[in-house]
C-alpha cells in the first residue's frame, strides 16, 4: 500500500528557514502527485502545497505562497518542502500524503484523493 | 475559519446512527468530489471516504458518504466505541485552486 515518513521538524526562531522531507516506500513515487498538509494540534486539516509528477504543476496555499517551495526528488523517493520566512502561525504538525487520480467512466470526469498519510513531523517557531 | 463548514461536535451511543454534515459553496463541493478523513486521537488522518460515496478497501459499510449540491454527508451506522474520532470532510476549490477542508467534528461515543 505504501508508507510515508516525514522528517525535518524542529524549533525555529521567526524569520527562519526549515526544510521538510517525506520519505516514499513501497510504492512507484514517480507515479503519484504529492501533498503537504498542516494542521496545529487540536485544531482543523490545512492543505499547504501540491506537486505532480514532473514538478510541472505546482500550487500552494494563498497563506504560503512566496515562502514556502514544495519539490521532488522521484530518483530518492522524497517529497521535500522548503520553508522561509517561518512565522508562528506556521508552528503546526506537517503532514504528507499522497495523491491518487482516478476517471469516472459513469460519470466523465476525474476525481481526486490522498490515499496514503505519514505521521507527521513537528514544526515550531517561536523565539 | 475552514472553508468547508462542519459541526464542531456530534455524539451517540453505540447502535446508533449519526450523520455529519459539511457545506460548502459552488467552486468547491459544488463543482468537485467530496471525500472523507477519519483522525483517531493521536494518528494521521485516514482516508474513509472518496468521490462522494466510496469506500476505500477495509473500511466497514457502516460508514457511507453522500453528496447533493453544495452540501455532503457522512453517515455511521452502528455506531461503536472505536469510532469515537474528528472526521473532516475536504474537496478540491476551483477558485482557490487548492484543496480545502471542513473544521472538522469530534464524535463522541456516549
Known amino acids: 500500500e505504501g508508507q510515508l515518513v516525514e522528517s525535518g521538524g524542529g524549533l525555529v526562531k521567526p524569520g527562519g528557514s526549515l526544510r521538510l522531507s517525506c520519505e516514499a516506500s513501497?510504492?512507484?513515487?514517480?507515479?503519484?502527485?504529492m501533498h503537504w498538509v498542516r494542521q496545529v494540534p487540536g485544531k482543523g486539516l490545512v492543505w499547504v502545497s501540491r506537486?505532480?509528477?514532473?514538478?510541472?504543476?505546482?500550487n500552494y496555499a494563498d497563506s504560503v505562497k512566496g515562502r514556502f517551495t514544495i519539490s521532488r526528488d522521484n530518483a530518492k523517493s522524497t517529497l521535500y518542502l522548503q520553508m522561509d520566512s517561518l512565522r508562528a502561525e506556521d508552528s503546526a504538525l506537517y503532514f504528507c500524503?499522497?495523491?491518487?487520480?482516478?476517471?469516472?467512466?459513469?460519470?466523465?470526469?476525474?476525481?481526486?484523493?490522498?490515499?496514503?498519510w505519514g505521521k507527521g513531523t513537528t514544526v515550531t517557531v517561536s523565539s | 475559519q475552514s472553508v468547508l463548514t462542519q459541526p464542531p461536535s456530534a455524539s451517540g451511543t453505540p447502535g446508533q446512527r449519526v450523520t455529519i454534515s459539511c457545506s460548502g459553496g459552488s467552486s468547491d463541493i459544488g463543482s468537485n468530489t467530496v471525500n472523507w478523513y477519519q483522525q483517531l486521537p493521536g494518528t494521521a488522518p485516514k482516508l474513509l471516504i472518496f468521490?462522494?460515496?466510496q469506500r476505500p478497501s477495509g473500511v466497514p459499510d457502516r460508514f457511507s458518504g453522500s453528496k447533493s449540491g453544495t452540501s455532503a454527508s457522512l453517515a455511521i451506522s452502528g455506531l461503536q466505541s472505536e469510532d469515537e474520532a474528528d472526521y473532516f470532510c475536504?474537496?478540491?476549490?476551483?477558485?482557490?485552486?487548492?484543496?480545502?477542508f471542513g473544521g472538522g467534528t469530534g464524535l463522541t461515543v456516549l
Open positions: 500524503a499522497r495523491n491518487v487520480i482516478k476517471y469516472s467512466n459513469s460519470g466523465g470526469y476525474y476525481y481526486y484523493y490522498m490515499d496514503v
Open positions: 513501497g510504492f512507484s513515487f514517480n507515479s503519484y502527485w
Open positions: 506537486i505532480n509528477i514532473d514538478e510541472s504543476t505546482i
Open positions: 468521490n462522494n460515496d
Open positions: 475536504s474537496a478540491w476549490d476551483d477558485s482557490l485552486n487548492g484543496w480545502v
